[in-house]
């Protein structure tokens, strides 16, 4: 799998390299389009929309297709051999399985209507044949949306960016570091996701 984990890496090397303005005006189409799809899913709790989806927007926007297929041979392999040595994202929001298993973990029985969400947190496990309903964008939503659940708190201190910081790093208080998939500007992830909530409350 080693060399599998080295194709997707220089993948990644590569994703959004072009100018700003031209990856604006490539991605255009694309938020046009996510912007409706997220109207026909469930509500957020306490933010909007398009808040929730700006959470993981650097994210959505720098994903890849390719490289998601290659990510997912990786991760149900890795789930196959009952392994823990590689933590690796995967789907358009790009949610780790440990983080799926921890947000689904802190999220009461109560608030979850998806059987196979609830057996996941019910059972602590994800085994490969999860993996596929889980690389689905609507069900990578519902995580989102019980990830904002489970941390209202760090918005009622910290706002939006908290949000961002937590999502990105795991620590609402964790310094900024440069977001590496999107080469045309050195900014951070939480202003990446400032940017792109901009525009999207543009459309």
């Known amino acids: 799998m080693k060399w599998l984990l080295l194709v997707i890496i220089n993948i990644s090397v590569f994703a959004q390299s072009e100018p700003c303005n031209i990856i604006n005006e490539i991605n255009k189409d694309k938020w046009i389009s996510i912007s409706s799809k997220i109207e026909s899913f469930e509500a957020p709790f306490y933010l909007t929309r398009k808040e929730l989806l700006s959470i993981v927007s650097p994210e959505y926007i720098s994903y890849s297709n390719l490289m998601n297929e290659l990510e997912l041979i990786l991760v149900k392999s890795n789930l196959l051999i009952n392994s823990n040595n590689i933590d690796l994202s995967f789907g358009p929001f790009q949610m780790k399985t440990s983080f799926i298993l921890n947000t689904l973990k802190s999220v009461p029985n109560n608030k979850i209507e998806d059987q196979v969400l ?82 999207l409350l543009g459309i």
Do not use: H, P
């Open 118 to 199: 609830k057996r996941i947190k019910n059972n602590r496990v994800l085994v490969a044949s999860d993996i596929d309903y889980l690389n689905k964008i609507e069900n990578q939503w519902k995580i989102l949306r019980f990830f904002e659940f489970n941390n209202y708190k760090i918005y009622e201190k910290f706002s939006l960016e908290g949000l961002y910081t937590m999502y990105n790093r795991g620590g609402a208080l964790k310094n900024k570091t440069i977001f590496s998939k999107i080469k045309c500007k050195d900014l951070a992830y939480e202003d990446w996701c400032a940017e792109f909530l901009k525009l």
